[in-house]
């Protein structure tokens, strides 16, 4: 068997996307989101895909999309080794695309491709690896770019005319108030008395109603919150301990546990790809 692998890419030309490629891999994530839309392919192995309040269980030929701020997460099954290819898009870009399209074909689509969560599409599963391994070798930029532009600009066109709009992830006010407040408030603690208050709900109501609507408590989200932040500074090469810092963890070993829970990754690895 093949040794573990598991990277993350990004070009300094291409900076409204990420790749990640891992290969039997046995990491797991806890339920997380980020800013960012992707879509990943299972290449080997099975693995359980959580979203929306749904969990499915996926194989090879897989595709799966997941639309920016969406709780979700995608482990192996069994404790198995498996493989896969990520490819994370800016969402501000895409926004930008997809009024691009809607010009050029006189439409209104959506900021993104409003995909099912889990689909079979031989064709869009063999171009999103044949891109993430072009952002991983020396392949021209301008090439990755076009077929990047080509694949999504073709998912927005299609998709959105041929599937309804999904619901935003905090679909009741009191949760979008709440949620709104862990992002002002990220690098301070929260208590729930304080959201609450905020929400004009009791705490029981509150939780109950926050976990619905996006799938974690209100403290694991703010924590999420934070991790987001912490990949952007990494990305911007500072320090660890400084971006443990910056990210109000209460230490580096506790921001080291947490980036590694929610992206099988440590901190410096993540700082570290190219």
């Excluded at 290969?23 to 994530?29: D, F, I």
């Excluded at 009191?174 to 992002?183: I, M, Q, S």
Aim: with cysteine; charged share 20%; net charge positive.
């Amino acid at each position: 068997m093949a040794a573990m692998t598991n990277k993350v890419c990004r070009k300094a030309g291409l900076p409204c996307l990420e790749g990640r490629y891992a290969l039997n891999s046995n990491a797991c994530y806890r339920k997380h989101s980020h800013p960012t839309f992707s879509l990943g392919v299972v290449e080997m192995g099975r693995a359980r895909h959580y979203q929306r309040r749904h969990t499915e269980v996926i194989g090879p030929g897989a595709v799966v999309a997941t639309q920016a701020d969406i709780v979700h997460s995608c482990n192996p099954r069994d404790e198995r080794r498996w493989s896969y290819h990520m490819l994370y898009v800016d969402s501000e870009w895409l926004a930008q695309l997809a009024a691009d399209v809607g010009a050029a074909h006189r439409s209104h689509p959506e900021r993104s491709p409003q995909l099912p969560a889990v689909i079979y599409d031989r064709a869009l599963y063999r171009e999103i690896i044949s891109i993430n391994r072009q952002l991983f070798s020396d392949t021209p930029v301008l090439d990755t770019q076009t077929r990047l532009v080509e694949l999504l600009g073709g998912l927005l066109h299609t998709h959105n005319r041929r599937h309804g709009r999904q619901q935003p992830a905090a679909d009741h006010p009191a949760v979008r108030a709440a949620r709104d407040y862990l992002h002002d408030n990220a690098l301070r603690s929260v208590s729930l008395t304080e959201l609450a208050a905020v929400a004009r709900l009791s705490p029981y109501h509150l939780i109950r109603l926050f976990k619905r609507d996006i799938g974690l408590t209100p403290h694991a989200y703010q924590i999420n919150v934070r991790i987001n932040s912490a990949k952007h500074l990494l990305r911007r090469q500072l320090p660890i301990a400084e971006v443990a810092a910056a990210t109000a963890f209460s230490d580096q070993a506790h921001f080291q546990r947490c980036f590694k829970h929610h992206t099988a990754m440590t901190p410096g690895q993540y700082r570290n790809a190219h």
